[in-house]
DNA sequence: AAACTATTTATAAGGATTACAATATAATAA
DNA sequence: TTATTATATTGTAATCCTTATAAATAGTTT
């Protein structure tokens, strides 16, 4: 199933006029892989084994280029660094305020928000983006013990 | 209005034992009385007439006091600086993604997908955070006069 | 006033990201 | 296949935003 959604990627990539490198190709498969939402420097690190004299630039230029195809995702949150999220489904992500995890969860998409902010703002309005905040079970867990 | 604002935040800043000096209050005068969501460098300019030799640092430091008290909210949004926020009142952002705008606009809390995540992840939800993207009216402009 | 603490300042350092030029690779045309 | 052209990668430098540090200053408390 990752596989064919690798196979889907690829296509859009070759009808954007983009191409496959090997570099490219795995950017886009690491990401796909991963449940969690990586930074440039985690799938810097990712990828180090396989291609030992990958560029952090190709990181980012691969990065860019996916977002610009609609492949990928950036989300900026609080720290530092920006992290990437395959756009597959659509989803939103709930965080761990204390071991800052990132997991997704699904919800009815929030289409009446969409509509009644556009009506108030007068914004063409392209998307939303939504995260829930709050303590993780194994956080929880382990201030219980901790008491 | 803005000025009964700004005598309850010095006396939540005196409660919580911070001093007030002047360019503390300078900068929570100011953000206190703009209507966007200046970054840390807008808010520098803006009192360089002022205080001709503030740091940035100062700037850096006082809005992290600030937020600490729970006066200022930072905002991380696409761009690369963060965005400082005054308006304790709960809102939700809309953010042009031609000008990087962000304006405020209401709409009643989502309190259902608040519960919700909570059930689905097991997590302690704490608060959620809601965006919406689009096109502003001066940028939708901009683009009919282009072509 | 003296001692202490918090704040400001100036500057340096850090990290994340981008810009750039040279090189290498892939796609296309002859 | 070879030559040509366009695109991608690499390595490095530069940039931007933010934080750390140390010295100087200002405010508080005794």
Redo the contacts between chains.
């Keep these: 199933m990752a596989e064919s959604k690798l196979q889907e990627s690829i296509a859009t990539l070759k009808k954007a006029g983009v191409r496959i490198t090997p570099q490219r190709h795995a950017v886009l498969d690491y990401l796909l892989n991963s449940m969690t939402h990586p930074t440039a420097d985690d799938i810097y690190k990712a990828l180090e084994d396989k291609f030992p004299n990958m560029s952090v630039a190709t990181v980012y230029n691969n990065l860019r280029v996916l977002k610009e195809v609609g492949l990928v995702r950036?989300l900026?949150?609080?720290d530092s660094s920006s992290r990437f999220d395959c756009n597959t489904s659509e989803h939103?992500h709930?965080i761990?305020?204390k071991c800052n995890k990132i997991?997704d969860?699904?919800?009815p998409s929030?289409d009446e928000?969409?509509k009644?902010?556009?009506q108030?703002?007068?914004?063409?309005?392209?998307?939303?983006?939504?995260?829930?905040?709050?303590?993780?079970?194994e956080c929880?867990q382990l201030e219980k013990e901790a008491k």
């Design positions: 950036e900026t949150y609080g939103y709930i761990c305020e997991e969860f699904h919800y929030l928000v969409e009644l902010a556009a108030v703002t007068g914004y063409d309005v392209t998307h939303h983006r939504l995260e829930v905040y709050g303590i993780c079970k929880q």
